[in-house]
Nanobody, 123 residues
Framework: QVQLVESGGGLVQAGGSLRLSCAVSGGTFNNYAMGWFRQAPGKSRECVAAIRWSGPFTYYADFVKGRFTISRDNAKNTVYLQMNSLKPGDTAVYYC????????????????WGQGTQVTVSS
């Protein structure tokens, strides 16, 4: 059974940085495309960034381009989300998710989910 565990969330001031990590176990990590999603209270879950199972292919939502970077370390079965220049509007629970091979941006296209980690950006 595939399990995903996020870490690295917390409270940060606007303009600050955080790095989220998502450790994957129970599957062949190299086969999965990984996505980072977020959900703020009263809002739907939205894709922030995604990375393909191999190669340099990535996706970023317009609202994080130039500020967030997704990366993966296949040797450590871990995907990262480096978040810089954080804004109060980035406050949400952040989830990582996995699906086979190719990038997708819809939450319903991912098969496996972590429990989420809270990111709070104060003004």
């Amino acid at each position: 059974q595939v399990q995903l565990v996020e870490s690295g969330g917390g409270l940060v001031q606007a303009g600050g940085s955080l790095r989220l990590s998502c450790a994957v176990s129970g599957g062949t990590f190299n086969n999965y495309a990984m996505g980072w999603f977020r959900q703020a209270p009263g809002k739907s879950r939205e894709c922030v960034a995604a990375i393909r199972w191999s190669g340099p292919f990535t996706y970023y939502a317009d609202f994080v381009k130039g500020r967030f970077t997704i990366s993966r370390d296949n040797a450590k079965n871990t995907v990262y989300l480096q978040m810089n220049s954080l804004k109060p509007g980035d406050t949400a629970v952040y989830y990582c998710a996995a699906r086979l091979k190719f990038i997708a941006t819809g939450a319903n296209e991912y098969n496996y989910w972590g429990q989420g980690t809270q990111v709070t950006v104060s003004s």
